[in-house]
């Protein structure tokens, strides 16, 4: 999904709407299995189990950057691995923030500027 939005001619338009688009989702369909999960971390099954999803998950992640950073729509500049880390903690990050406190967490209020966040991030160096 996210190889498509740099395509665009406006990718921070694009992810901009993907971005809330997925805020939506959680909205929908609160992702408060995943938080429950992350919560036992400290069993040792817990523990491995997450590392290993979230670490092909970067990984994954990450070649899609280092493939639109061949085609040009990301900057050389950019670490593809730092990039692909920093855009999942954010995402993350804000949903966290809105399932621990959604009245003080507006992830429509917040959508833009996650979005924006991210392009800084990845094409404007």
């Known amino acids: 999904m996210v190889e498509q939005v740099f395509e665009q001619p406006d990718p921070e338009k694009a992810l901009k709407a993907m971005v809330k688009h997925e805020f939506q989702r959680c909205v929908d369909d609160p992702p408060t299995l995943l938080y429950e999960f992350v919560s036992r971390r400290r069993d040792g099954r817990v ?7 979230f ?14 950073q061949k085609r040009g729509k990301v900057s050389e500049q950019v ?3 730092q990039a692909a880390i920093t855009l999942h903690a954010l995402m993350n990050g804000t949903i ?5 406190a959604p009245e003080s967490v507006s992830l429509f209020d917040l ?4 979005a924006t966040t991210m392009v800084n991030t990845m094409i404007k160096q």
């Open 47 to 53: 523990k491995q189990q997450l590392d290993g999803s």
């Open 55 to 68: 670490a092909m998950l970067f990984t994954g992640t990450e070649e899609v950057m280092r493939a639109l």
């Open 79 to 81: 670490d593809a691995r």
């Open 96 to 100: 966290l923030m809105w399932a621990v």
């Open 111 to 114: 959508a833009d500027t996650v």
